[in-house]
């Protein structure tokens, strides 16, 4: 077998949108996030990525001292290149997420036990998985564009946190 690990590197920007789901839906409203990308050859049909994205979460009315989440998000994972509908690409990995809301005042103010993004004060880091597809658009010499659906789930307890992120990237291959 040839060794193909990093034998190909690619590197992107990407932006989109995040939608949460479950009861994230009911604290924080769809964000804008921009990230970046680095993709390698791992094996014949596997890619390794390595992903960074950042979003700002405006709250819902219930959270009303908190003037927003930030959301810095590091992904780490594989990308299998199905030959019957290549260059289609389906992926998973683990991420790590670190957030921290966007609030001036005094921490004492919040009953941590009960008031809504009071623990987001304190800055929060959260792993969880994720499963992506990545469909490739517009191919060009070194050149790629196209768009990258992501399911996100972060172990928080009691319940999990679940969001879809939807973007468009352009990828460009350095060797």
């Known amino acids: 077998m040839q060794d193909m690990v990093f034998s190909n590197l690619y590197v992107s920007i990407e932006g989109g949108e995040k939608y949460p789901f479950g009861d994230l839906v009911d604290a924080v ?11 390698y050859t791992y094996w014949e049909d596997f890619d390794g990525i390595i992903l960074f994205q950042y979003a700002y979460f405006e709250p819902h009315e219930k959270a009303p001292r908190i003037n927003g989440v930030h959301e810095a998000s590091g992904k780490l994972g594989l990308d299998y290149r199905w030959r019957l509908i290549s260059p289609i690409a389906f992926g998973v990995g683990f991420l790590c997420n670190w957030t921290r809301a966007d609030y001036e005042g005094d921490k004492k103010d919040f009953d941590f036990n009960h ?40 172990w928080t307890l009691p319940e999990r946190s679940n969001m879809l992120s939807v973007g468009l990237y352009v990828e460009r291959r350095i060797w």
């Open 29 to 39: 409203d769809n964000a804008f996030y921009v990230g970046l990308g680095i993709r």
């Open 115 to 154: 008031d809504p993004g009071a623990t987001l004060t304190d800055n929060e880091t959260e792993f969880g998985w994720f499963a992506r597809l990545n469909l490739p658009i517009f191919t060009l010499d070194n050149y790629r564009a196209g768009l990258n659906v992501l399911w996100e789930q972060v």
